[in-house]
């Protein structure tokens, strides 16, 4: 597949964990930032985590210390950990794919969201 392709969410009541998956295409000749954002209803949508190709994590100041971001190379795959979790963390989660800068192979150099996985914090 190319666009990213979310997995993991679902309803959860406060204080409990949930994970969030990202499978998506990157070609080794190209570098990427993998972000997670989030929209709830009625608002923005607004960054939330993210990881460079070196490993470099950001975090929202509203989940810092809560979530942890990763990724499993081989597999293609971005991880949100998602701890302590609160109702204002009730919202539609998307990955992101951004180009940052590859080599002249690289075949694939868009900017790519994924659909979604909603996310349901209950109190």
């Known amino acids: 597949q190319v666009q990213p392709v979310e997995s993991g969410g679902g309803s959860v009541q406060a204080g409990g964990s949930q994970w969030l998956s990202c499978v998506v295409s990157?070609?080794?000749?190209?570098?990427?930032?993998m972000s997670w954002y989030r929209q709830a209803p009625g608002k923005e949508r607004e960054f939330v985590s993210g990881?460079?190709?070196?490993?470099?994590?950001t975090y929202a100041d509203s989940v810092k210390g809560r979530f942890t971001i990763s990724q499993d190379n081989p597999k293609n795959t971005v991880y949100l950990q998602m701890h302590s979790l609160k109702p204002d963390d009730t919202a539609m989660y998307y990955c992101?794919?951004?180009?940052?800068?590859?080599?002249?192979?690289?075949?694939?150099?868009?900017?790519?969201w994924g659909q979604g996985t909603q996310v349901t914090v209950s109190s």
């Open positions: 990881i460079d190709p070196d490993g470099t994590t």
């Open positions: 990157r070609s080794p000749f190209c570098k990427y930032r």
């Open positions: 992101k794919r951004q180009f940052l800068d590859g080599h002249i192979l690289c075949p694939d150099r868009r900017d790519l």
